[in-house]
């Protein structure tokens, strides 16, 4: 049987989840997204972000921690990975995660769920993904 692009989009969001909640964090949420500017619509990118809930693990290896995980498991190309740690957002480009992490292994289609007004995330609380817009 072979998955869709969406359905391979939640299914890399609920893997990269499980797999940074394995890391030792209490929770995390990793959504897939778009951020638009409204004055410049030509310079909206795509956006994965994560929210990491933990309060012992230090700020540096939570992100690297995130990110790594984020890279090996979505198969999706994205712009820009967010990550909210301990009341701190930090953007970090693809091009930074390139250099930092290396080959991405055939993970870089871009997300058909990911375009304009469209959001794919991984819920909290019930670990379902939706889309919405």
Known sequence: MTLSGHERIFKGLASARSKIVAEGF????VHAG???YLEHPEESVDVVTVVLLHDSM???VARKTAATVVWNELPMRFD???IEYQGEVR???YS???NELGP???RDRKA????RGQMARKSFADGACQVSS
């Open 58 to 60: 230090d700020g540096d």
């Open 112 to 115: 058909a769920c990911l375009k």
């Open 96 to 98: 930074w995660l390139a």
């Open 91 to 93: 953007d970090i480009e």
């Open 80 to 82: 820009i990975l967010t």
């Open 104 to 106: 991405r292994a055939n």
């Open 34 to 36: 778009r951020r638009q």
């Open 26 to 29: 209490d929770d995390a949420g």
